[in-house]
C-alpha cells in the first residue's frame, strides 16, 4: 500500500482552492503529531469535550466563538456535518429550507437528510452567477406559499465554492428576520480566510471549515449559533444530560481538533491581510485574461481568492496538442504546479491564497508559456 | 522509576519531538519556495540554523543511549 500524496506542497504549488487555506501551518502540524492516537484529548475528559482544560478546548471554543462573532461554538468534523446539525434541530415536518442558488451539494445533502423539502433560489447566470437578495426573498415566498409555512431554516453560502462570489451576509439576514426563517450562513470558504463577524452580519447560525478555510488538519470545522437559537442547537438529552444531542456527544477528539486550535493564532493574524490576498487574485485574474481567449467567471473585480476561468485558449492548445485535454495538466505539473483536474482544458477553478508574490509570478509567467505552446 | 532514568527518558522524547518540529520548520521553509526552491540569504540562514539544532537534538538522543 502506498501512502505518498498526489500533490506535495514543499515541490509543487497546489492551486486547487479546496487546499489552499487549508494548507496546515507548522504549528498545526506540529500540534497533530502530538495528538495523532486516537482519544489523545480525552486523558482528562470528565464527560464533556468542550470543556476539557488539558488540551484547552474549552477556552479554544470561547476565543473561536469571539474569533467569529458568533455567542456559541463547537467543534464539528466539517462545516457540512454542523449544517446538518442545525438543519436537523429546526426541521419539523412538512416544512422547507430555503438555499442559495450557489449552494454546496453537502447543503442539499445536509437539508434532504434533515427531512427538509428544499427550494432554490436562482442566481443572475452569466456571466456573474450572483445570488441576489430579491431572489433568495421570492423563494423563500414560494417555500411559504408550497408548505404552507415560512421555510425552517435558509442557508446562504458567504462564498461560493463555484465562482468565488462574496455574498452581502447582512442583506440577507435582514430579508430572512423579515420573513422569520432563521438564516444559517456557510462560511466553509469565507471564515478562516477572511474577517468573518456573525453578529454584525446579524446570522442565526454559522459554521465553517477547518480543513478548508482555518489551516488545520481535517476532518473538523465549527457551528455557532446566536442568541436563543444557542440554546436550540445545544441541547442536552434526557438520558445523558451533559452529552450534546446534535454533536452526538463528541465530535473531533484528536490530531484534528488539536491542530485546528494550534493553528488559530496564525489564522487570527493571516486574515488582517485579506486585502493583500483580494489584490493578489485581481492581479491574476488580469494577467490571465490579457493572455486573450480566457476570461474570469462570477463578480468582478473579485472579492476572494477563489477564481474560475473559461478558457477556450487552452482548450483550443489542446486540440492540435499531443496530449489533447491533458496538456495543460501535464504542462503545468512540467513547471511545479499542480491541483488542476486532468483532461480539463475548457474551465477550471484554483486560488491563490497564501501564495507569495514571487509565487504568483512565477504562476502567471507559467500560463504564459503554456499559452504560446 | 528512578529519577536520573526519568529525566533522561523525558530528554530523549523531549528531543525527538524538537527534531519533528524543527524538520515541520523547514517544510515551511520549501513550501514558501516552491516549485524552484531558490532560497534567499535569509532562507539559507534559517534553514541552516534549524538543520544545526536538529543535528544536535538528534547527537543528544544518540549520546543517551
Redesign the interface.
Known amino acids: 500500500m502506498s501512502f505518498e500524496r498526489v500533490a506535495i506542497d514543499e515541490l509543487a504549488l497546489n492551486l486547487n482552492p479546496l487546499q489552499t487555506g487549508g494548507r496546515a501551518s507548522a504549528a498545526a502540524r506540529k500540534a497533530a503529531f502530538r495528538f495523532s492516537d486516537g482519544y489523545s484529548v480525552c486523558d482528562r475528559c470528565a464527560g464533556v469535550l468542550h470543556d476539557i482544560a488539558k488540551p484547552d478546548i474549552k477556552c479554544f471554543a470561547v476565543e473561536l466563538a469571539d474569533f467569529v462573532g458568533m455567542d456559541r461554538v463547537a467543534v464539528t468534523m466539517g462545516a457540512r456535518e454542523g449544517k446538518f446539525a442545525i438543519f436537523h434541530t429546526l426541521s419539523e415536518p412538512g416544512r422547507g429550507a430555503v438555499l442559495d442558488a450557489n449552494a454546496h451539494y453537502s447543503t442539499y445533502v445536509a437539508a434532504q437528510r434533515a427531512g427538509l423539502e428544499v427550494f432554490k433560489s436562482t442566481n443572475t447566470g452569466d456571466p456573474d452567477f450572483r445570488v441576489t437578495p430579491d431572489s433568495f426573498a421570492e423563494t423563500l415566498e414560494y417555500c411559504k406559499s408550497k408548505t404552507g409555512k415560512p421555510a425552517a431554516a435558509a442557508l446562504l453560502t458567504h462564498v461560493d465554492g463555484d465562482y468565488g462570489n462574496l455574498n452581502d451576509a447582512a442583506g440577507f439576514s435582514k430579508i430572512c428576520k423579515d420573513a422569520g426563517v432563521p438564516l444559517i450562513l456557510n462560511c466553509a470558504y469565507s471564515a478562516g480566510r477572511m474577517p468573518v463577524d456573525g453578529r454584525e452580519l446579524g446570522v442565526d447560525f454559522m459554521v465553517g471549515s477547518g480543513h478548508k478555510s482555518f489551516a488545520s488538519c481535517g476532518p473538523v470545522g465549527f457551528m455557532g449559533a446566536n442568541g436563543e437559537w444557542a440554546e436550540r442547537l445545544f441541547r442536552t438529552s434526557l438520558t445523558h444530560p451533559n452529552k450534546n444531542i446534535e454533536l452526538l456527544g463528541c465530535t473531533a477528539r484528536g490530531a484534528n481538533i488539536v491542530s485546528f486550535m494550534a493553528a488559530l493564532p496564525g489564522v487570527k493574524e493571516r486574515v488582517k491581510r485579506w486585502d493583500a490576498e483580494v489584490a493578489k487574485a485581481v492581479r491574476f485574474v488580469e494577467a490571465m485574461e490579457s493572455l486573450g481567449e480566457i476570461r474570469q467567471m462570477g463578480e468582478k473585480p473579485k472579492r476572494h481568492d477563489l477564481i474560475r476561468f473559461e478558457t477556450p485558449l487552452f482548450h483550443h492548445i489542446a486540440e492540435n496538442n499531443r496530449k489533447r485535454g491533458y496538456f495543460l495538466h501535464s504542462a503545468l505539473a512540467d513547471r511545479g504546479i499542480t491541483g488542476l483536474k486532468p483532461g480539463q482544458t475548457r474551465w477550471f477553478k484554483m486560488s491563490t491564497f497564501g501564495f507569495t508574490d514571487d509565487q504568483v509570478d512565477y504562476l502567471i509567467e507559467a500560463f504564459k508559456e503554456i499559452a504560446r505552446m | 522509576m528512578d529519577k536520573t532514568i526519568a529525566q533522561r527518558n523525558k530528554q530523549r522524547v523531549e528531543d525527538t ?1 524538537r527534531v ?2 524543527l524538520m ?2 523547514v ?2 521553509i ?3 519556495a ?3 526552491q531558490n532560497l534567499s540569504e535569509e532562507g539559507r540562514a534559517a534553514l541552516t540554523k534549524k538543520i544545526e539544532k536538529a543535528r544536535k537534538a538528534l547527537d543528544r538522543i544518540e549520546a543517551s543511549l
Open positions: 519531538f519533528l518540529d515541520e520548520d517544510r515551511d520549501w513550501r514558501d516552491a516549485p524552484l
